[in-house]
């Protein structure tokens, strides 16, 4: 028996036999493991699939893999298989891990993006790989690539000039200096240059060439880039003759980015406005009149300086306050109602009307004001005000209270001088009377 070359010698059967029981203990060990390590195949040159752990089944169906033909590529789209072969010939030729990415299609018409990371065997007839589920790695993708999109648009389109500089050390190794990376359209028209020209170039190229925002790039960077402490601020661009408000920041470390604002028409507006203001200021504080604004609750919201010396007040002491409470009397000397006169004339709004109204000063005299006052609506607050423009007419008023003064006590000397006389001429005749008798 031991001599008939049909029958194996007892120990290659027991090596065989060995190696299937090693074989049989590395894919339970294998199949034990799949849910940690995932689906694990064997292919053969071709692509064929030699063996497919249980988590493998799972994903492609084993009933799909039959009719298949157990091919891997029949689960991949039409792109996608060149990518898988070109993969499988790197595996064999190379001799090397080698990996891909592909889009796995299974029979019920689910997707799933998986890695495939492969190494031949040392045979080389076989190929050993394992498919990592890359899906929600491939959504993420997906997503940042719409949002990169969306961002990239953003700026790409905006009218506001943006610039996005990395810093590096200079040629000296001391100090950092930017270098423009990206730039939109709208900052290549501030700078008057086509943006392809100037990415890639430092801010001390750029400076040389006169076409640089003239920033302190120094500080910005200690500020900015280094503390990561956000800028904004206003400057007149020298270079770019036109005023800029920059807002500044770091996205990432060594990075900044830079948005710039065209701020010039509003700067130029806004010194034809403090201009104006200077003129109007200088106009109602250097005049000799009173000017007054009062709101309809009767209190004085502004006063010139002309008018505080004049009544003898400070700004503390009347605005905010009630005139009545302080330079106007509720009643005049005469008797008049100074208040119903005021309240019927503000119940009138867009009506002028001039009277002339007794006053008290800070050290309690009164003074006469000819006042011109328009009634209106400010158009700020809708609130209706009075401004008042006042003369000083006291002078006059006293000099005509005074001539009044003087007539009146004229006619009463004319007065007692006609009664006497008519006395006098009655006494005659009583005198004459009795000399004949009567």
């Not at 006497?420 to 009583?430: A, L, P, S």
Request: hydrophobic share 35%; aromatic share 10%; with cysteine.
């Amino acid at each position: 028996m031991n001599g008939d070359a049909s029958v194996p010698d007892s120990g290659v059967f027991l090596s065989q036999e060995k190696m299937h029981l090693s074989r049989v203990e590395l894919v339970e060990g294998l199949e034990k493991y799949s849910e940690v390590f995932g689906c694990y195949l064997i292919l053969n040159r071709a692509g064929v699939i030699q063996y497919i752990n249980l988590k493998g089944i799972d994903i492609l169906e084993s009933e799909s893999l039959r009719q298949h033909g157990w091919r891997l590529d029949c689960f991949l789209s039409k792109n996608d298989r060149v990518v898988f072969n070109e993969f499988l010939m790197r595996v064999f030729k190379n001799q090397t891990q080698e990996h891909c990415e592909v889009l796995l299609l299974s029979s019920g018409g689910s997707t799933l993006w998986v890695r495939m990371e492969g190494k031949a065997s040392k045979e080389g007839k076989a190929c050993h790989v394992v498919l990592i589920d890359i899906t929600d790695h491939k959504q993420m993708e997906v997503s940042l690539s719409a949002s990169e999109f969306k961002y990239r648009a953003l700026f790409a389109n905006m009218s506001t000039a943006f610039s996005y500089h990395k810093f590096i050390r200079d040629k000296h190794g001391n100090t950092y200096e930017p270098i423009l990376i990206q730039a939109n359209d709208a900052y290549g028209t501030m700078l008057g240059r086509p943006v392809c020209e100037i990415i890639g170039k430092k801010c001390s190229e750029l400076n040389e060439a006169g076409t640089a925002p003239l920033l302190d790039w120094e500080r910005l960077c200690t500020d900015v880039v280094i503390k990561s402490q956000p800028a904004c601020f206003d400057y007149y661009d020298t270079s770019l003759k036109r005023w800029l408000s920059v807002i500044a920041y770091s996205p990432a470390p060594e990075h900044m980015a830079l948005v710039y604002v065209d701020i010039t028409k509003t700067k130029i507006a806004e010194k034809q406005v403090a201009e104006s203001e200077k003129r109007y200021r200088n106009l109602v504080q250097g005049t000799d009149v009173l000017i007054m604004i009062i709101n309809e609750r009767s209190e004085i919201n502004f006063i010139n300086e002309y008018g505080l010396a004049f009544l003898g007040f400070s700004g503390e002491e009347l605005l905010g306050k009630s005139v009545f409470d302080t330079i106007v009397p509720i009643y005049d000397t005469p008797g008049s109602s100074i208040q119903d006169v005021f309240n019927r004339f503000k119940s009138r709004p867009g009506q002028k009307h001039r009277h002339t109204l007794e006053n008290i000063t800070g050290s309690g005299g009164r003074v006469w004001i000819d006042w011109t006052s328009h009634s209106l609506n400010d158009p700020k607050t809708g609130e209706h005000i009075l401004i008042c423009v006042g003369v000083d007419v006291t002078e006059n008023k006293r000099s005509e209270q005074e001539s009044l003064r003087r007539m009146a006590q004229q006619r009463q000397r004319d007065f007692f001088k006609r009664l006497h006389q008519t006395g006098d001429r009655c006494w005659r005749m009583v005198v004459r009377c009795e000399a004949y008798g009567y």
